[in-house]
């Protein structure tokens, strides 16, 4: 085993205890607060400079919705956002590298600051953010669904007549994001507007890697009973203008996991993914009025905090065995 797959292999178990442990005591890290230098706080991440070529991710158990965070953490889902892009990152590694440096975290704060990183950070290489979101799509869900019944297409690209809901795509198709700012949402473009933002040649590049990543991925995934319908990656550049895979990678997160037994084109399966809590907020009020699906969010009850977590906790127990 090479040191930085021997690293990645004791955070992935790190990783686990810290999510058992979190989601046992009920604790989850909402916001964490380390002596380095902060980049950015993002909706589920806080970042950190660490000199200036390495960037200290730390995974909170902050969680969102329509582009609004929740002011309740989900315990252990942040652990648990890490275990899984470590798994991912090691099995895919051979389709195009990744930001991991394969230093230990740790190794990078004071040990009175250890417990906030411990089991849920990831040491990476710092690099030029592209600011396009790569998203592929397996299967035809969501609001691809809404967008079919309206123009038999999605996202701009012609699909056949006689599709339904949750079908199988008759191949996996790309269709790109703009990157928004915190708080507004993405917004769909055509890979010809990604030309135009990056080239003809990044462009191609990615588009080609996404679909080549999600395939590798559905493949693994349904040997361990999951369907992945779809799936967003984000790539950056380093020094030499390598195409680097970064952020997170094939989380609950970015990524909308149904359970192959329970899969019926024709109706949504149940999801392993944030999807549970999505439908609660739908329903939910503040105030005594529907939520608007704007700040402040409502507040979350025990038992939508406590099944979301199942969620989560299902898809890294099938994916990883």
């Given at each position: 085993m090479s040191p930085q797959a021997d690293v990645q292999a004791s955070a992935q178990l790190s990783a686990q205890a810290s999510a058992q442990a979190d989601a046992l005591s009920g604790v989850g890290l909402h916001t964490s607060h380390l002596s380095l230098p902060l980049l950015a706080r993002g909706k589920v991440r806080d970042n950190y400079a660490v000199g200036d070529d390495r960037i200290l991710m730390v995974a909170?158990?902050?969680i969102s919705a329509f582009d609004v965070v929740m002011d309740q953490a989900i315990p252990g889902k942040g652990a648990l956002l890490t275990q899984l892009s470590l798994f991912w990152f090691e099995r895919l590694g051979h389709i195009v590298p990744n930001h991991l440096t394969g230093e230990d975290p740790l190794s990078v704060v004071p040990e009175a600051e250890q417990a906030q990183v411990r089991g849920r950070s990831m040491l990476v290489r710092r690099l030029r953010p592209i600011p396009v979101e790569a998203v592929v799509r397996g299967y035809l869900a969501g609001s691809g669904w809404v967008e079919y019944q309206a123009s038999r297409s999605v996202c701009g690209?012609?699909?056949p007549d006689g599709?339904?809901?949750?079908?199988?795509?008759?191949q996996p198709?790309?269709?790109?994001?703009a990157k928004a700012e915190q708080g507004e949402h993405d917004e769909?473009?055509?890979?010809?507007?990604?030309?135009?933002m990056i080239g003809l040649a990044l462009a191609s590049r990615i588009r080609e890697v996404s679909l080549a990543l999600y395939e590798a991925a559905s493949a693994m995934a349904l040997e361990r009973g999951i369907l992945i319908a779809d799936t967003k990656f984000e790539f950056g550049l380093d020094a030499q203008g390598t195409l680097v895979l970064m952020d997170e990678v094939l989380t609950p997160d970015s990524s909308r996991y149904w359970p192959a037994d329970l899969y019926q084109p024709g109706r949504n399966p149940p999801s392993f993914d944030k999807q549970y809590l999505r439908d609660w907020l739908e329903q939910a009020q503040v105030d005594g009025r529907p939520w608007g699906k704007c700040a402040p969010p409502p507040t979350l009850p025990p038992e939508v905090i406590a099944r979301t977590a199942e969620k989560y906790q299902e898809a890294a127990r099938r994916l990883r065995g």
């Open positions: 909170s158990d902050r690209v012609p699909l599709l339904v809901n949750a079908c199988r795509l008759p198709i790309y269709t790109p994001a769909n473009i055509s890979f010809e507007r990604t030309v135009e």
